[in-house]
C-alpha cells in the first residue's frame, strides 16, 4: 500500500510522507475481522512471549510457512493469517503476548464441543512453543438449536454467563472454566448473522477471554507484596514512634538507616509491579471496551458478561489499584519520615559543629596568650644577647680609649634602645605574617 500523496503528475508533484506515516496508517487495519462460516470450531491460544520469545517465535512461524510453501509474514508484521488445508490459522503478535487462533469447519450435526478440543488442536503442535500459555479457548460457532445449545445443558450454572449481542442476531455463553482438556469453552450460536458479523463476534469474545486473563495476571503480583507491604507500613509506624523519643546522634542515624533501607525496598517493590500493574489496567480497558462494542442483552434471569465479570473479576482488579495505591502511599510516607530524621540529624550536627567551633575558639584565644608570652620572653633573650654582646664591644672599646665612658654605663643606657628595637623588629613581623594570611 503506498503512502505518498501526489499533487498532480509527474515525480515532482510527489509528496515525501513522514517516516511514520504507513505505520500510522495501518495500525487500524492489522488487525481486521475475517468472515467465518456457521458451523465453526475456533480454537485459541495466547503464550506469554515477553523479551526474546517473541523474535524467535516469528522466526519459527516463518520456518513455518516456508517448508508448507504458505507465505511467511513480513518482518515488520504484527498479524498474519494463511490458510492450512481447511484450517486457516491467524497469527497475532502483541506487546508481551503472542496468539494462535485455528479455525475450521464443523460438522453440522456434532454436538457442542464435539469432538473434544484436544483432537483438534493437533496442528499447534507443528509450530514450537511460543513460550508459557496463558489462554486456551475453544470456541463453537453453530446455528441455534434450543435443544442442543441451551448454555444450562452445557455449562456451570453457578458460573454461567449468558448474552445477546445488541441486535439478538446471536447469543454466545461460557462458564469461565477449563473443561477436561484444559480449554475454557464458549458456545456462539448463531441466529441471523451474516459470516462477516459471525466473524466480527467470534474475535471480540475471544479477545475478551484473553484479556480478561491478561488483566488478572496482576492479582498474584499484588497478593505477593502485600505482606511486604504490611511490615513495612507496620514498621514504619514503629519507627516513627522511635524518632519521637530518641534524642542522641547514634539513635537519629540508626533510625535514619532503617527508613532508607525500608524505603529502598518499597521502591524496589514498586518498580518490579510498575508494568505489571500497568498492563492489567489497560487490559481492563479494554475488556470494559469491547463488551461495550458487543452490545450485550440479558437473557432470561442469567447474568451477562458484564455482570459477571465486574462481580468476580473487578474485586481483583481493586486489589491491584489499592496495592498499587498503598505502594505510593508507603514511599512517600516514608520519603517524609526520612526527610523529618534527616532534618534533625543535620540541626544535630550543626549543634556539634557550633560546640567544637567554639572549643576552636578557646583554644585560639589560648595560643595567641601563649603566643604573646612566648614573643615577651623572646624579646628580652634577644635583648639580653644583643646587650651582653653590646657590653663586650662597649668594654674593648674603652680598654682601647676609643670610648669615654664606663662600659656599665653604656651598656645601661643601650639596653632601652635594644629592647625598644628588638620589640618593634618582632612586631613588624608578626603584622606582616597576619597580613599575609589574610590576603
Not at 513522514?18 to 475456533?42: C, D, K, M, N
Not at 510457512?65 to 502483541?94: D, I, N, Y
Not at 583554644?363 to 646587650?387: D, K, N, P
Amino acid at each position: 500500500m503506498s503512502t505518498d500523496v501526489l499533487i498532480g503528475d509527474g515525480e515532482a508533484a510527489r509528496l515525501t510522507p513522514h517516516p511514520l506515516r504507513a505505520a500510522v496508517l495501518g495500525e487500524v487495519h492489522a488487525r481486521p475481522f475475517t468472515p467465518i462460516a456457521v458451523p465453526s470450531r475456533v480454537v485459541h491460544f495466547a503464550f506469554d512471549t515477553s523479551g526474546s520469545r517473541a523474535q524467535a517465535d516469528r522466526v519459527n512461524l516463518i520456518a513455518f510457512c516456508t517448508s508448507r510453501g504458505l507465505q511467511p509474514p513480513s518482518p515488520a508484521e504484527k498479524h498474519h493469517r494463511v490458510p492450512f488445508g481447511t484450517t486457516a490459522l491467524r497469527w497475532e503478535q502483541h506487546s508481551e503476548f503472542t496468539t494462535y487462533t485455528w479455525e475450521m469447519p464443523a460438522d453440522p450435526a456434532a454436538a457442542p464441543f464435539h469432538p473434544d478440543a484436544a483432537s483438534l488442536a493437533l496442528p499447534m503442535r507443528l509450530v514450537p512453543q511460543p513460550g508459557p500459555l496463558l489462554v486456551a479457548v475453544d470456541l463453537h460457532l453453530l446455528t441455534e438449536d434450543l435443544q442442543r445449545t441451551a448454555p444450562e445443558r452445557l455449562f456451570d450454572k453457578s458460573s454461567l454467563a449468558v448474552a445477546e449481542n445488541s441486535d439478538g442476531a446471536a447469543l454466545y455463553a461460557t462458564d469461565f472454566q477449563p473443561g477436561p482438556s484444559g480449554f475454557v469453552r464458549i458456545l456462539v450460536a448463531n441466529r441471523t448473522m451474516s459470516p462477516e458479523r459471525a466473524g466480527a463476534l467470534v474475535q471480540r469474545v475471544v479477545e475478551l477471554e484473553t484479556y480478561r486473563t491478561l488483566a488478572l495476571l496482576g492479582l498474584p503480583e499484588a497478593q505477593r507484596l502485600s505482606p511486604s507491604i504490611a511490615a513495612a507500613e507496620r514498621r514504619l509506624v514503629e519507627v516513627t514512634d522511635q524518632m519521637r523519643h530518641a534524642g542522641d546522634l547514634a539513635a537519629n542515624h540508626k533510625l535514619l538507616d532503617e527508613l532508607t533501607a525500608l524505603a529502598a525496598e518499597v521502591e524496589a517493590g514498586a518498580a518490579s509491579s510498575v508494568f505489571r500493574f500497568g498492563a492489567s489496567r489497560a487490559y481492563e480497558e479494554i475488556v470494559e471496551q469491547r463488551l461495550q462494542t458487543i452490545g450485550e442483552r440479558k437473557v432470561g434471569g442469567l447474568p451477562t458478561w458484564s455482570s459477571f465479570l465486574a462481580r468476580r473479576m473487578k474485586p481483583a482488579l481493586r486489589t491491584c489499584v489499592t496495592t498499587e495505591a498503598r505502594q505510593s502511599s508507603l514511599s512517600l510516607k516514608l520519603a517524609r519520615a526520612a526527610n523529618l530524621l534527616r532534618t534533625r540529624v543535620d540541626v544535630e550536627l550543626e549543634q556539634q559543629n557550633q560546640e567544637l567551633l567554639k572549643s576552636m575558639n578557646a583554644r585560639t584565644r589560648l595560643q595567641l596568650r601563649l603566643q604573646a608570652t612566648v614573643e615577651g620572653l623572646s624579646v628580652a633573650a634577644i635583648t639580653y644577647y644583643v646587650v651582653s654582646l653590646f657590653g663586650y664591644i662597649a668594654k674593648a672599646a674603652h680598654d682601647s680609649g676609643a670610648l669615654h665612658v664606663e662600659p656599665g654605663v653604656a651598656t645601661a643606657v643601650f639596653v632601652p634602645v635594644a629592647g625598644f628595637a628588638i620589640w618593634w623588629t618582632v612586631r613588624s613581623i608578626r603584622r606582616k605574617h597576619i597580613a599575609g594570611e589574610d590576603r
